[in-house]
């Protein structure tokens, strides 16, 4: 099964072109296609790169300081957030930053080793797309994301306790 | 007792559901054993020496009657008809089948109970003190706030997958019977001078291969903040806390490398974008979830004078049970009265089916259905009138319930070790097990008074060696099982991490070494001086001397 991609619940082809370049690319040649970046690379080339016309995404480490994106979170249409191994789980408050405290409202993807046992977590901290990698059933992972009636603690996708919601 | 509402059943039953498709999924080849493990080990499950090991969570050791024979009922269908409680006041099966464990879950569903993040690196099964809201010395009773923080942490999406486990344990008396200041978080519920109630918070307490006492990180934490602190505290942790070396990953090591002062500062920076937020706790929530806790109806009785009552009936085994294991209550006429799980030839802290049916059946006639596990692995009936006191020990010591050996040394806490867990360097039962026989004598044993004997069979501490006035530790020496002996560690309130004396020793001389450990103690101490004061008097020397003897008699070589 190849590498699939989940975005608001549904199956989709994946219309940017990621980029694994290092800091020191030459970014002339760059088209005006959306494309995805090591957010190093644009902490350390950001005024070219602002040059460029264009949509950029930005593609966060699990250790990468969130803090340093902070003024240029509304210049990024894509967020992709890597989960080299699923059992790191620093990405799960970079999403929750994001979302809830940087109010970053474009896509939010969750890359790398992702699966249906992490979706529901996933969604709820704020994740709206998921790289299903390969080998892996997207079909399958999709199920991941019903696996709860409901939650007790608030989060991005629902903000509210469960306490603030029971009905006595 | 909390009882569930439909939410909360529906979320329990969701995650049976959830957890028999991961099951199947694994069973059928589709998920590999790395994919399966960290599902299997949030609902409780480890594979073990024996096989798999569940781990059922008992929050802040509370349980219905009811419940206590859910219990029972599982040990005796899905395992060997004996479940082990634990040190953090859950209960363990050592051999149950996997293909069986999501029945196992939708049967404890069906009594409100599970076994989620009983393991894992997330939010463990959240500790209490087993005599809250009878004890006299509560400041507030802390099962509503357990509760609490029990649904804030079930399922939280963000702290699913945390450098390494992170435990909960709450006090809301002034003698800290909960051990919070060994736990990653400590909460003590106090009172500040307007007469306003919140927390005293600690972190980075812990014991495991770095044994280090909980830092206070602040003094006053109004109620209403709870979620919203220890939201930004575990994500301050789960940031920042060491994932390269999983013996360095608890937050105890982030503490201190950061510094205590530092590690608050960058706690309350992060609160203080979510303090006031949609998770602030409100008084109608607290209210709700505290009612579930409201005194059961007491009768009106004076209180006994329980030297008469127990004069009355001129038995010195009641006499010596009294003494032990009866506790004073709040209430006039009741007291709160603990059963013993420590019996010669049982390892500590299990019990059969049979005596949880014992046990529940006692719970119904003599304590409001309701019964709590101590983190010392006994069982606490905490409501009992003081006129029943004698029926109860009648019946408790017809199911094998009453050694009167509540505090004494004969009350270890003892890890399962090497008999059953695969991280064990040794054994820890038959140690347990030699030593009993040693100090077998009741007479003794009493003579000796407060002692705590604890056992791990590892650096991970599950026995809390570290905490025993004398401490145990089996660890690996070229293959073989040797013990390592700790002398002056203390629980509660004044914590303190116990002092190795030397080098280990082999199974065999542990009985005859902690025989001289307590000569030593008997023939030094003062009147009503306890191990650990003699201890503080006279130093370790005496003991290191006494432990590392040869002696000449027995022709025996004292150390290795
Ligand atoms: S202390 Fe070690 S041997 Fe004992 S239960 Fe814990 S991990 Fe197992």
Known sequence: ???????????????????????????????????????????????????????????????????????????????????????????????????????????????????????????????????????????????????????????????????RRRAV | MYHYDDYDRS??????????GQTGRFLAGKLSEDEFRPLRLQNGLYIQRHGPMLRIAIPYGQLSSAQLRTLASIARDFDRDVGHFTTRQNMQLNWVKLPEVPDILERLANAEMHAIQTSGNCIRNITSDPFSGVAGDEIADPRPWAEILRQWSTFHPEFAYLPRKFKVAISGATEDRAAIQVHDLGLQLVKNEAGELGFTVYAGGGLGRTPLIGQKIRDFLPWQHLLTYSEALVRIYNRYGRRDNMYKARIKILVKALGSAEFARQVEAEWAYLKDGPQTLTAAEVERVAMQFAPPRYARLAAENLTHLVDQHGEKAFARWVERNVKPHKVPGYAAVTLSLKQPGRAPGDATSAQMYAAADLADRFSFGEIRVTHEQNLVLADVEQRELHTLWQQAKAAGLASANIGLLADMIVCPGGDFCSLANAKSLPIAAAVQ?????????????????????????????????????????????????????????????????????????????????VAVYLSHRHAGEEFNETLARIGLEPFRAAAYRKDAEIGEPAYA
């Open chain 1, 1 to 163: 099964m190849p590498e699939q991609l989940i975005q608001n619940g549904r199956l989709v082809a994946d219309r940017w072109q990621r980029l694994e370049m290092s800091e020191d690319a030459d970014l002339g040649a760059l088209s005006a296609a959306p494309i995805l970046l090591p957010a190093s690379l644009w902490c350390a080339r950001r005024d070219q790169l602002l040059a460029r016309t264009g949509e950029i995404g930005v593609s966060l480490a699990p250790g990468f300081p969130l803090e340093s994106l902070a003024e240029d979170i509304g210049r990024f249409s894509l967020i992709a957030v890597e989960f080299p191994k699923f059992a790191d789980g620093r990405g799960y408050s970079t999403a929750s930053l994001l979302r809830q405290r940087y109010g970053y409202r474009g896509e939010l993807r969750a890359v790398g080793d992702v699966g249906r046992d992490q979706m529901f977590y996933l969604q709820r901290v704020g994740f709206n797309a998921f790289l299903i990698p390969e080998g892996r059933d997207a079909e399958d992972a999709l199920q991941g994301l019903t696996d709860f009636p409901d939650t007790y603690q608030g989060a991005a996708d629902q903000p509210l306790p469960l306490f």
């Open chain 2, 437 to 517: 026989e040693r100090f077998a004598d009741l007479d003794y044993l009493f003579d000796i008074g407060n002692l705590a004997l604890n056992i791990s069979g590892c650096m991970n501490s599950c026995g809390h060696h570290h905490l025993g006035a004398i401490g145990i530790l089996g660890v690996d020496k070229h293959g073989e099982e040797w013990y390592q002996i700790t002398l002056g560690g203390t629980q509660g309130n004044a914590a303190r991490i116990g002092e190795v004396i030397g080098r280990s020793f082999a199974a065999a001389e542990v009985p005859d070494v902690i025989e001289r450990l």
């Open chain 2, 11 to 20: 979320i329990v039953s969701a995650r049976v559901k959830q957890f028999r």
